[in-house]
Nanobody, 135 residues
C-alpha cells in the first residue's frame, strides 16, 4: 500500500525552526519527484519545495528561498523540509506529494510543482501537518 506520512508540524514563534518529515512506504522514492506544498486558510495550495530523485536537484519557491532546505534520506525512504527563520505567513497545512518523473524530462514535475496549479498532477499525497507561526 502506497503511503506518505508527514510529521513535525507544530506551533512556533517567528524566527524559530521546524523540520518536517515525509516518510514513504509501499514504494521506493527513486525516480519520483517529492514536493512539499502548503495551504493556508482561505488561500490556494502552493508549491514550496521539490526534490528530484533523478538528479538530486532541489527547487524552492521565492518566498522560502534561503530559509527552507529540502533533503532526502535514502535509507529511511524519507524526505525532510528544514524550515528556518519562520514567519507568520508560513502558517499553513503542509503536505508532501509525489509524481513519477518521466524519463524524457525528469525534472519537469519539480519545476511545475512551483508554478500555479502544478500540484494537481501529483499522484500520492500525505494527510498534511499543521504549522503555525505566531507570537
Amino acid at each position: 500500500q502506497v503511503q506518505l506520512v508527514e510529521s513535525g508540524g507544530g506551533l512556533v514563534q517567528p524566527g524559530e525552526s521546524l523540520r518536517l518529515s515525509c516518510a514513504a512506504s509501499g514504494f521506493a522514492l527513486d525516480y519520483y519527484a517529492i514536493g512539499w506544498f502548503r495551504q493556508a486558510p482561505g488561500k490556494e495550495r502552493e508549491g514550496v519545495s521539490c526534490f528530484s530523485t533523478s538528479d538530486g536537484s532541489t527547487y524552492y519557491a521565492d518566498s522560502v528561498k534561503g530559509r527552507f532546505t529540502i533533503s532526502r534520506d535514502n535509507a529511511k525512504n524519507t524526505v525532510y523540509l528544514q524550515m528556518n527563520s519562520l514567519k507568520p505567513e508560513d502558517t499553513a497545512v503542509y503536505y508532501c506529494a509525489t509524481e513519477r518523473e518521466p524519463i524524457n524530462n525528469p525534472t519537469f514535475p519539480c519545476r511545475s510543482a512551483l508554478v500555479g496549479t502544478g500540484w494537481v498532477e501529483y499522484d500520492y499525497w500525505g494527510q498534511g501537518t499543521h504549522v503555525t507561526v505566531s507570537s
